[in-house]
Each structure stands twice: as structure tokens, then as C-alpha cells.
């Protein structure tokens, strides 16, 4: 029997862009097949759209947080 998960990601989630390839990589050593499902940010269930953010809650206020340092990415501060 076929193993699957469930991913709910946002195209425009920086935790979905920056887990992705991390996530793939997972599935495919443990023989999982994915099942994508594209979601969007609702307000209505505590959603906040990037450009709402309070500063704290922006990519570029804790990026340690993400293990962006230790895996050698760069992030750049949103326009």
C-alpha cells in the first residue's frame, strides 16, 4: 500500500518555499508520495497576509529562527 501525505503549502509562504526542496527530499528517502494541495492565507482563520504582518512577524525580523544561517541561505529583506 502506497504511503501518502497531505501538503498544504502557499506560493506565497516563505516557510513553504524554504522547507520545499528539505520536505521533498524526506518523502523520497522514507518512499512517501506527496499529495500537494495549494492553499491561500485566510484572514478568517488567523491568516495574516505578508504585507499585514506586524514587524516582528516578517521574514527578516528573526531569520534565525528558520536555520536560514546554518544552511547557508541568504535572505533578502522584503520589498
Do not use: C
Not at 11 to 26: N, Q, R
Not at 33 to 62: C, H, M, W
Request: a positive charge; glycine letters at 8%; zero cysteines.
Amino acid at each position: 500500500m502506497t504511503r501518502i501525505v497531505d501538503y498544504f503549502f502557499s506560493i506565497g509562504s516563505p516557510w513553504s518555499y524554504i522547507g520545499f526542496d528539505s520536505f521533498v527530499e524526506l518523502a523520497a528517502n522514507n518512499y512517501v508520495e506527496i499529495k500537494p494541495y495549494l492553499t491561500t492565507v485566510v484572514e478568517e482563520n488567523g491568516g495574516i497576509f505578508s504585507r499585514n504582518r506586524p514587524p516582528t512577524q516578517l521574514l527578516d525580523a528573526r531569520p534565525e529562527t528558520l536555520g536560514a544561517p546554518s544552511k547557508g541561505l541568504i535572505l533578502k529583506k522584503p520589498r
